[in-house]
């Protein structure tokens, strides 16, 4: 929630001391009715600002976490598959939310949305090494040798050099794997390029952020301490 001055005044409709003259000729309407308080609160994400009948649009940003079920893409469009844009919630359409990076999609799990274009090309920059974590089922077991070649930076069967990554196994068939950028397909290719064929793919963290018990296919905005933590990040 924030006060309808500080939106009005952010959305570009003049200077506080305008706003204020504004507001008290009754031009401003949340949700269809005259509002003249400026210190009254208002949910831009769920109501309807106008300035003489125009929809006025904050300059809100937004950042979004997703649990990802299986069989979305991760686009804003797809002329064959649902996408992940139709798993957010209406009230969020005009927000201009774009996912941070993709995931595959068999791949479940934390995706994040921004409208903030900067933030995103940040959080996206292999140079600012924002780190996430997978839990993959696979193919045969890891070793040491595995873990090592992860970590020195693995090439893959087509030539494509990696940036040093975390291998971890934690059961027969089962891996945690910490990198730091995001090529197409990078796991499970990363992977196979050690003979362990990935049959199930979940991302849990992404610059130290967490689903932290969002249920899958379900999406919430991130809290203002989870912006700043992901925002040291990619710094
Ligand atoms: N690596 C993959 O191979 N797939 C994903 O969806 C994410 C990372």
Not at 166 to 173: A, E
Request: hydrophobic share 35%; net charge neutral; aromatic share 4%.
């Amino acid at each position: 929630m924030e006060r309808l001055d500080k939106f009005l005044t952010e959305a570009g409709v003049g200077t506080r001391s305008q706003v204020k003259q504004i507001l008290k000729t009754g031009r401003v309407a949340v949700d269809g009715k005259a509002i003249k308080d400026g210190s009254s609160k208002i949910d831009p994400s769920v109501q309807t600002v106008t300035l003489d009948g125009d929809m006025l649009c904050g300059k809100r940003r937004m950042v979004v976490m997703l649990n990802k079920p299986e069989g979305y893409v991760t686009a804003t469009e797809d002329p064959r598959d649902p996408t992940v844009m139709e798993l957010l919630p209406e009230r969020w359409k005009h927000q201009q939310l774009r996912p941070v990076g993709r995931l595959d999609k068999a791949t479940e799990g934390l995706l994040l949305f921004t409208n903030d274009g900067e933030l995103l090309h940040r959080l996206i920059s292999p140079k600012k090494g924002v780190e996430k974590v997978y839990y993959a089922r696979h193919e045969g077991n890891a070793t040491q040798a595995d873990v090592k070649a992860f970590a020195e930076g693995l090439t893959l069967r087509d030539g494509t050099v990696c940036l040093s990554a975390k291998l971890t196994p934690i059961g027969p068939g089962e891996s945690m794997i910490a990198v730091c950028e995001g090529k197409y397909h990078q796991v499970r290719r990363m992977m196979a390029s050690r003979q362990m064929t990935v049959l199930y793919l979940e991302r849990r963290q992404e610059g130290g952020l967490t689903l932290n018990g969002l249920d899958r296919g379900c999406s919430r905005e991130l809290t203002e301490a989870e912006v700043m933590k992901l925002e040291e990040m990619a710094d």
